[in-house]
Every structure is written in C-alpha cells, then in structure tokens.
T-cell receptor, first 114, second 112 residues
Framework: DAGVTQSPTHLIKTRGQQVTLRCSPK?????VSWYQQALGQGPQFIFQ???????QRGNFPDRFSGHQFPNYSSELNVNALLLGDSALYLC?????????????FGPGTRLTVT | GDSVTQMEGPVTLSEEAFLTINCTYT??????LFWYVQYPGEGLQLLLK?????DKGSNKGFEATYRKETTSFHLEKGSVQVSDSAVYFC???????????FGTGTSLTVIP
C-alpha cells in the first residue's frame, strides 16, 4: 500500500516563474492538504481540497492555487515566484469524517527560488 | 488566534537520558493535540495524539498528556536512543476543521 507520494523531489526556479507540484494521496484517502515548511520552521497550512473543491484556506496569497482531480490526486501551483517561496512543500492526505484528524504526510518537494 | 509554542532547541542528550520537550497551545474550543517527528530528509510522521483533556498519547516509549488546565502537551521519554535523533513538532487540530497548527519544531540529537 503506497503512502503519500509527491513529485518532483527537488525543484529550482527563478523569480517570477510559475511552478506546479504534485501529490498522490494514500490509498483510500479522499482529502489532500498542502503545507509550506520554511527552513527551521514548522509547517504552515496553505489549503485543503476535498471533492475537487478548496475546502479551507490558510493565510496565503492568491498566487498559491490548487486543484484536486477525480482520482483524489492534487496539484499546488505557485505563480510569480518570490525568493521567500523557497521552502519544503508538504502534502498530507486524510479521510474526511471519522479518522480525518490523522493526516499522512508525504516526503515533500524542496523548492528553491533563485 | 490559534497557535502552538514549543521549547526552543536544539536539545542534545546522552543515550538513556530522560527527555522532556515542552509544548503549550492557545485555542478556543477543544482541539486535538499531536506530536509529529521528522527525520532528516523525510516527511512528518505521526508519533502520538490525544483527542480530549486528560488523554495520554503514547508510542515507541514516548508519552504526552493533554492538560487543559495548563494548556500543555509536553512530550516525554524515559530513556532516549541515538535513533530518536530528529525534529519533533507539536501540533493542534481544531474540532471545527482539518487545519493543523504546528509549533516551530525542536531538534533533538542523542549522542552515544
């Protein structure tokens, strides 16, 4: 049973560019959450997707957008990249409803903006 | 707003020493509380959790008790091992949603 997978592992982009990160949830899970973890900090909640809709959003600008597909996988898009967007981006999946508090995290995508 | 405060690191201990990592929280209502561990180069792994006041979460020798009166969820282990070296995150989840609030993490290094 595969856990949460994320791609790519590492990514280097230039300021002003756009980036797309991908996540496949754990088998049987229907909800995907995205987090940004800056170096030396705890993860910060970006947003959560359920039934292909953004269910909840943290304090991030509109440059951060996402999508969830019918197979529950998800993408995180960041436009007009800033140096401050350099971070580890974590995806977590869960099953909404009973047991939804247990989120399983992927290994993350390390984004470097130069 | 809702938040989690963890003791500052890094923490360095000798093998078999006693570990305490302090965690306090601010939240309205009755959140669930968690400890996650992050090994180098890996994602977060759930270590233990407690969903209501006075609950004790435990796993792999680690324990934490949900203390509503002191809004705390301190992590303890009686005898640490070198393999426990990692970064530990305290987190809360409000019962109104699925958004986690994480602390800044505490780095633990255990030396032989």
């Amino acid at each position: 049973d595969a856990g949460v997978t994320q791609s790519p592992t590492h990514l280097i982009k230039t300021r002003g560019q756009q980036v797309t990160l991908r996540c496949s949830p754990k088998s049987g899970h229907d909800t995907v959450s995205w987090y940004q973890q800056a170096l030396g900090q705890g993860p910060q909640f970006i947003f959560q997707y359920y039934e292909e809709e953004e269910r909840q959003r943290g304090n991030f600008p509109d440059r951060f957008s996402g999508h969830q597909f019918p197979n529950y996988s998800s993408e995180l898009n960041v436009n007009a990249l800033l140096l401050g967007d350099s971070a580890l981006y974590l995806c977590a999946s869960s099953l909404l409803g009973v047991g939804s508090y247990e989120q399983y995290f992927g290994p993350g995508t390390r984004l470097t903006v130069t | 707003g809702d938040s989690v405060t963890q003791m500052e690191g890094p923490v360095t201990l000798s093998e078999e020493a006693f570990l305490t990592i302090n965690c306090t929280y601010t939240a309205t209502g009755y959140p669930s509380l968690f400890w996650y561990v992050q090994y180098p180069g890996e994602g977060l792994q759930l270590l233990l959790k407690a969903t209501k006041a006075d609950d004790k979460g435990s796993n792999k020798g680690f324990e934490a008790t949900y203390r509503k009166e002191t809004t705390s969820f301190h992590l303890e282990k009686g005898s640490v091992q070198v393999s426990d070296s990692a970064v530990y995150f305290c987190a809360l989840l409000k019962n109104t949603g699925n958004q986690f609030y994480f602390g800044t993490g505490t780095s633990l290094t255990v030396i032989p």
